[in-house]
Structures are given as C-alpha cells and as structure tokens.
C-alpha cells in the first residue's frame, strides 16, 4: 500500500470522467491533473468506444502520454462507463503502481442484467469480478461509494474529504465532467 500524505499541497491526482450519449459511438474521457489545493496541473483527453470494451487500455493511455512522475493517485468516476466499458482498476493500479480509486454516488441493486455492448459473456465476467463498493461518509455529509487499490480506505477518506469543496464530487472530477462534456460539444 501506498501511503498518501493527503495534508500537501502538492499532492496530484489525475481524474477522470467521462461525457457521452446513448446515440454517440464514441464517448470523451477528460482527464485532469489537479493538485491538493484546488491548483488544475495538466488536462488531457481520448475516447473509448460506447459499449465497447476499450476503456482500462485508454485510461493507461491517459497516464502513459501524461508522461509525468509527480501523479499521487487516478481517480475514476465510476468504473461502469460508456454503456458498459468497464474499466479494471486493480489493473491499472498493478500496471501503473499508482493508487486508483474509483467513485459513484448512487445505491445500487446492481447491474448485471443491464450489460449492453460488444462480448456481452465478458462484461457479465468483468463486471461481477468488481469488488464491492463500499460506503464513505464526506465531511459535507454526503455519502459516496468508493472502490480502491493501492490505498487504504482510511487514506482514501483522508483524500477525498480534502478535494470536496461542497457536495458530494470531488473537485477533480467535478472539473473532468465539465471538461469531458465541453469537448464533446464543440466536437459534435
């Protein structure tokens, strides 16, 4: 595990969150590289395919074209993107060697029996081998679920309350969503 002083300032997370519609082919991924004291660092784009099965190989992409050491964690809005393009981040984790953590904000029965896309027998696979989600309670109040690799759960509570500003989203991700969407609006 790696240890997180979450209390510096320069501490960096690349987040990353997505923009797409259920007509689209395509859905833009956003990732921007924010440090602990709000600082936006770096942004970068790519696409992953709706439905498709490309989505951990293009958020390795992400990290390998940022081309930068100072990265502390990747945090992810949500693994299940792109009409089911699940992304693994234990392997990302493992491949990168950094911590990953992944967040949602909604309860769920689960989604097995939603899967949509390409190799639909291998998304069912990929998606009950997800680790549960567990519950974190922010300092705002509001609970999120969070899934990681690489931290502890107390490290990770530890981040994420230091990048909330209000609400639920982290301010990393709130700025990825912003991002993702806007790019994909003056593509269209």
């Given at each position: 595990m790696v240890?997180?002083?979450?209390?510096?300032k320069g501490i960096r997370v690349l987040a990353i969150a997505e923009s797409f519609e259920r007509h689209d082919k395509k859905s833009i991924l956003a990732g921007?590289?924010?440090?602990r004291d709000l600082v936006v660092d770096g942004i970068i784009y790519t696409d992953t395919i709706v439905g498709g099965n490309d989505s951990t190989d293009k958020v390795l992409?992400?990290?390998?074209?940022l081309g930068r050491n100072d990265i502390n964690c990747v945090l992810l809005g949500g693994l299940i993107i792109s009409l089911?393009?699940?992304?693994?981040?234990?392997y990302i984790n493992e491949i990168t060697g950094l911590p990953?953590?992944?967040?949602?904000?909604?309860?769920?029965l689960g989604l097995k029996n939603s899967v949509y896309g390409i190799n639909k027998k291998q998304k069912i696979k990929d998606y009950l081998r997800l680790e549960e989600r567990k519950p974190l309670k922010l300092w705002t109040g509001k609970t999120i679920f969070v899934r990681h690799?690489?931290?502890?759960?107390?490290?990770t509570s530890n981040l994420l309350n230091s990048l909330v500003i209000q609400g639920g989203k982290p301010e990393p991700l709130r700025l990825a969503a912003l991002a993702a969407r806007a790019y994909r609006n003056y593509i269209k």
């Open positions: 240890r997180i002083h979450y209390s510096k921007i590289v924010m440090r992409s992400m990290v390998d074209r089911f393009n699940i992304i693994n981040g234990k990953v953590i992944a967040i949602s904000y909604k309860k769920s690799w690489g931290l502890t759960f107390s490290d």
